[in-house]
């Protein structure tokens, strides 16, 4: 056995479990249900489901000396453990691999009495290692032995943990809502029925609900709520209270969920169109919009565009919509945008990449569209040749989905999201707006199918970090952006004189996934595009293998060097 972070896993077996957890780590996350939650840890059905055998047992409690003497050992480093016994009392998997066995010794630092129940899981069968005694109260243990019966998936599922949020078991509440963050926004909808309307509105006006489970309650409050709940939203929403603000982003999606587009003025005149407004409070907007863009069509995709063209009239902020006009082929700014390259200074410097890869993905559209974007990126060249150049090489290997026509309205609420791949355009079809950029871009950008968002679907990342995580089992749910707090001048200041890219969320959920935009790099809690109807197909192959077998590289190494210094620390005998 090897003990790491107080856990033992597997001597023999290290490699593979080390580099296992090194992908997780390393890999870019699927994408998750609650479009602004982030999953926290591994649940407890993912921890037995990874085992080979997973028991319910009990501490043999002796303390005498001469129980003491004969305890078997382990060693790590030199230093000397002695193992605890454990009498099983239950088994939740691998029944044949214990089947014989009363009684098994574990390497355990707690004191719990004779009463307290454990879950421990074995790995390495058939040769079983026991990982670290979990203990858990009465309830926990009728919970662990529910969970190998559940549903793989679906409402029934959720149904299920439903009763399990805000448990006042600090290990049921975490594990519920974790098992919500990960399900499909479509299972979370399905269960519209079954929601607890009023505890949901409960857990949203309590301020000592954490941010991260706050959003969640928003979101299944968009599924399941009335008209009767606006008032309270709108109150929130102009509330000057930071905490009351919390989840500000699930505020305003669940507020535009029940008011319709008639709850758009409301929105605009606080946060986009108001030049003081936090920075926090607008990318918060901005993640709503792009939700009901992708998710829903209670809003027309029109109206949620004119929404977000007011940012332009702020160019330190202009490159937080940019990507969205190009993705959603709003070519009625383009000019606008021009001009905005050209006149950008250091406070605004970085809009000028997006706005290069707006053209370029402009470029690719038949007709007056294309050509006007070719042109303008030839006189942009002038300008800035830096920008273009960098534009070009940093997303050389195109976008991870295919934009989607601008005409055509995602799933609504209720539905599924569309999953149906849009076809690229006809490659034989004639564009008259092809980039002169080709020429300097790999071939396997000038090859990526039209439509593609150049650059990257990008959905820029907040300037300003999240606030301080709340205390889960073993990680910790991260606040949003809504909560984030303001950046020092100094820092905003050097942020703010760099050029950025700008790259696309590949999460929406659990620990927070990075995202690229220069210097700027943070959590975005919106779905990738793939996820909510993109091409899967038009992935462009050179880049896919980018992000695969780079993170994959990257774990090779990481578990090699941490291989070796557990070889050099010492091992446990089993």
């Not at 004969?70 to 193992?83: F, T, V, Y």
Request: aromatic share 6%; proline share 8%; hydrophobic share 40%.
């Amino acid at each position: 056995m090897t003990v790491i972070a107080g856990r033992s896993f597997p001597s023999l077996s290290v490699p593979l479990w080390l580099l296992a957890a090194s992908i997780g780590l390393l890999a870019p996350r699927a994408a998750w249900a609650c479009p602004f939650c982030n999953a926290t840890s591994q649940t407890l059905c993912e921890e037995i489901q990874a085992a080979d055998t997973a028991i319910l047992a009990q501490r043999v409690v002796d303390d005498s000396a001469e129980a003491q003497a004969e305890a078997p050992q382990s060693s790590i480093a030199g230093a000397d453990l002695k193992k605890t016994r454990f009498r099983v009392v239950g088994v939740i998997k691998g029944q044949p691999l214990v089947e014989g066995i009363e009684e098994i010794d574990v390497v355990y630092f707690g004191r719990a009495d004779a009463s307290t129940t454990f879950l421990i899981t074995g790995l390495g069968a058939p040769s079983l290692d026991w990982t670290t005694p979990l203990p858990l109260n009465d309830d926990a243990v009728t919970y662990v032995q529910q969970l190998p019966g559940l549903p793989a998936q679906g409402a029934d599922r959720l149904a299920f943990f439903q009763d399990f949020l805000e448990h006042e078991d600090p290990l049921l509440a975490q594990d519920a809502y974790d098992e919500f963050a990960r399900a499909p926004y479509s299972e979370v909808v399905d269960l519209k029925d079954r929601m607890q309307h009023d505890q949901l509105v409960i857990w949203v006006k309590d301020l000592d609900v954490p941010p991260s489970r706050r959003r969640l309650y928003l979101t299944m409050l968009s599924v399941c709520g009335t008209a009767e709940d606006i008032p309270m939203l709108e109150e929130m929403i102009r509330s000057t209270d930071r905490k009351a603000k919390m989840g500000l982003d699930a505020m305003i999606g669940c507020y535009l969920t029940l008011k319709g587009p008639d709850g758009l003025p409301l929105v605009e005149d606080l946060y986009l169109k108001d030049p003081s407004a936090a920075y926090q409070d607008t990318y918060a907007t901005v993640m709503a919009l792009r939700f009901h863009g992708q998710e829903t069509d209670v809003i027309p995709r029109e109206r949620i565009l004119q929404a977000m063209r007011h940012l332009l009239d702020h160019p330190d902020l202009a490159d937080q919509v940019i990507p969205d006009l190009a993705r959603w082929e709003d070519w009625s700014v383009m000019d606008r945008l021009v001009e905005l390259f050209k006149t950008s200074d250091d406070n605004s410097r970085w809009v000028r990449i997006p706005v290069v890869n707006y053209l370029r993905e402009a470029a690719k559209q038949p007709g007056t569209v294309g050509q006007r974007a070719t042109e303008a990126i030839a006189e942009l060249k002038k300008v800035d040749p830096e920008s273009v150049k960098r534009a070009t090489t940093l997303f050389g290997f195109g976008s991870l989905a295919a934009a989607k026509p601008a005409a055509a309205q995602p799933p609504s609420a209720g539905a599924p999201p569309d999953d149906t791949p849009q076809p690229p355009a006809d490659a034989s079809a004639e564009t008259t707006g092809a980039s002169e950029l080709d020429a300097e871009v790999p071939a396997t950008a000038a090859d990526a199918p039209a439509g593609e968002v150049a650059n990257g679907n990008v959905s820029p990342a907040p300037r300003e970090p999240s606030a301080a995580p709340e205390t889960g089992r073993s990680a910790s749910t991260e606040a949003g952006p809504s909560e984030a707090g303001p950046t020092s001048p100094a820092a905003s200041a050097q942020n703010k004189a760099r050029d950025t890219a700008v790259a696309s969320p590949t999460t929406t959920v659990e620990v927070p996934q990075q995202t690229a935009q220069g210097d700027r790099a943070s959590t975005s809690p919106i779905k990738p595009l793939d996820a909510a109807g993109g091409d899967a197909e038009s992935i462009n192959q050179p880049g896919w293998l980018v992000m695969i077998l780079g993170p994959l590289a990257a774990a090779v190494v990481i578990t090699l060097l941490m291989w070796t210094i557990l070889r050099r620390g010492g091992e446990h005998t089993a």
